[in-house]
């Protein structure tokens, strides 16, 4: 996917028209026809698998016209917005439908002529549909956007992989005719979520960014062979546990004991691999915070969104910064802001709580401190095989964080600081078919949730599972059920924050039916 277009010479836009739109002359990113409408229910007209059978296409044209066509259009919004300086985003998006209904319209009339054969209201919405796109959304990457059953969007050069909530992994056709369109894209992508500073560039090969729609987008280019871009999607925002409880991801009795988790101030670390939905179940937990309290985030990318949520209680939400790629005198990337720069500050805003989205690296250890010395309620989410291996991960990180602290001195500052561990495990079996021809799906549920209960042997946190599978009398439950393990005055403070003990004594739990997999875990 060489880049073999020749450049032209572009229009002279305006300075603001220049910034808002990708280099259109530099190869622009061509979209692949996409459907007037796009049913939930179904995959999106063209996405197939390798070896699947292409569908009919939507667009009675190729992408060529498409680039064309908003070429065209570009122009004519170039014109009108040099023409209007008090011009904002919203006007310059409407007066752009209009100046595309128009190019359109004369297109068609011009495509009906010299081919016979008039478009249907259909093919014509989806052209315009197609040509707005390119122009003031994420253009052919935006189907895969608008599907909410899309989970990951891979893009490797002109390789488009797509990871599906309800079914197995599909190719997509590629999302830009060459490597330069799609960095491009990609730059494109920065400038429209108000970050036109930071972009792919051989200065800068690497680029993180949150979507509009909350989707946080990685890329690297120029130290890889292609680009390559993961987009992860964040298919539900708003859900509490109860929404937990309807998926599956938990049971009424996990619901009740985490609901008492969190109001009764416990320090919590959720944990898992990437993608099994830590950041779903940190974000269903922290519904329950009272609204009366004052609760700071700290996140890479937003993800969250807490504060968003205006029935949820005053949140004051940190973000952290790239840099611009350049080095000061210090050697210090400019610009830069990382967790751990911010969390003095965020420290310093009066907070009952601080949640940390995504521990990666040095910040675990203000991140301790502060469920060490605050009231406690404080919750985060952090990378791990299993809920065990957790604990030697935050005092690696501790560890790692370049302040001379001793092992010894990071095992007690977790066993110190985290009253419970709560494990999500993932089961993907959409690759799997069952005997009775029945497809497998994705399985995401709490299987462990295990306490911290002080310095144990050899100086290092002991820990009991309150909650874990159990295979017992010929029934397996690989999902987190009672155990019975937890402190009394653990159980105490749960009580009184709204736990009835009785769910603790339930051998099974309330999970009901049995997990329906293909193959038995």
């Not at 599906?164 to 992994?169: G, I, K, L, N, S």
């Given at each position: 996917m060489t880049d073999t277009r020749p450049e032209t010479t572009a229009p002279d836009y305006t300075t603001l028209f220049a910034q808002a739109l990708d280099e259109s002359t530099q190869g622009a990113p061509v979209l692949r026809p996409v459907p007037a409408q796009v049913s939930p229910a179904r995959l999106p007209a063209g996405l197939v698998h390798v070896s699947d059978t292409s569908a009919?296409?939507?667009?009675?044209?190729?992408h060529e016209v498409i680039a064309e066509l908003r070429f065209q259009a570009s122009g004519k919004i170039g014109e009108a917005a040099g023409a209007d300086a008090s011009m904002t985003e919203q006007d310059r998006r409407q007066r752009g439908q209009s100046i595309i209904m128009q190019v359109v319209s004369e297109w068609a009339t011009k495509y009906a002529a010299a081919s016979g054969a008039d478009l249907t209201p259909e093919q014509e919405r989806a052209v315009r549909g197609a040509v707005f796109d390119e122009l003031f959304r994420a253009g052919r990457l935006q189907p895969l956007l608008d599907d909410p059953n899309v989970e990951n969007i891979l893009i490797y050069g002109d390789k488009v992989r797509v990871d599906?909530?309800?079914?197995?992994?599909r190719a997509w056709d590629p999302i830009a005719k060459t490597d330069r369109d799609l960095i491009n894209l990609i730059n494109h992508l920065a400038r429209m979520q108000g970050q036109g500073e930071r972009a792919l560039t051989p200065a800068t090969p690497n680029l993180n960014l949150r979507m509009a729609d909350g989707s946080r987008l990685a890329a690297s280019a120029y130290v890889t062979p292609r680009p390559s871009i993961v987009i992860r999607r964040h298919r539900t925002r708003g859900q509490g546990l109860d929404d937990l409880v309807r998926w599956g991801t938990i049971d009424s009795s996990l619901a009740q004991f985490l609901r008492a988790a969190v109001r009764g101030r416990?320090?919590?670390?959720?944990?898992?691999?990437?993608?099994?939905?830590?950041?779903?179940?940190?974000?269903?937990?922290?519904?329950?915070?009272?609204?009366?309290?004052?609760?700071g985030t700290l996140e890479s990318e937003y993800e969250l969104h807490l504060h968003e949520d205006p029935e949820g209680p005053e949140v004051i939400a940190y973000e952290g910064r790239e840099s611009n790629g350049e080095r000061g005198a210090d050697g210090k990337l400019q610009g830069e802001l990382t967790l751990s720069d911010l969390f003095p500050q965020l420290l310093r805003m009066s907070l009952r709580r601080v949640?940390?989205?995504?521990?990666?690296?040095?910040?675990?250890?203000?991140?301790?401190?502060a469920m060490n010395e605050g009231e406690g309620g404080s919750m985060a989410t952090l990378h791990a095989r299993n809920p065990q291996l957790s604990?030697?991960?935050?005092?690696?990180?501790?560890?790692?964080?370049?302040?001379g602290m001793t092992e010894a001195l990071a095992y007690r500052l977790v066993a110190q600081a985290v009253d419970f561990i709560v494990y999500v495990r993932l089961v993907d079996e959409t690759e799997l078919v069952g005997p009775d021809g029945r497809p497998g799906r994705k399985h995401r549920f709490v299987s462990h949730i295990m306490e911290i209960t002080g310095i144990g042997e050899g100086g290092r946190p002991s820990y009991q599972m309150?909650?874990?599978?159990?295979?017992?009398?010929?029934?397996?439950?690989?999902r987190a059920v009672p155990h019975g393990n937890i402190s009394q005055t653990c159980v105490e403070d749960l009580v009184r924050a709204g736990l009835d003990a009785s769910v603790l004594r339930?051998?099974?739990?309330?999970?009901?039916?049995p997990l329906e997999t293909v193959m038995p875990l």
């Open positions: 009919p296409a939507t667009l009675p044209v190729g599906y909530a309800d079914r197995p992994t416990k320090n919590i670390i959720v944990v898992g691999s990437q993608g099994v939905g830590k950041t779903s179940l940190l974000r269903a937990m922290a519904r329950e915070i009272p609204r009366n309290e004052r609760v949640i940390v989205g995504e521990v990666r690296s040095k910040e675990v250890v203000p991140m301790l401190h604990i030697e991960r935050m005092a690696t990180l501790c560890l790692e964080a370049g302040i309150v909650f874990a599978p159990r295979d017992q009398d010929g029934r397996r439950e690989p339930s051998r099974w739990g309330s999970w009901g039916a």
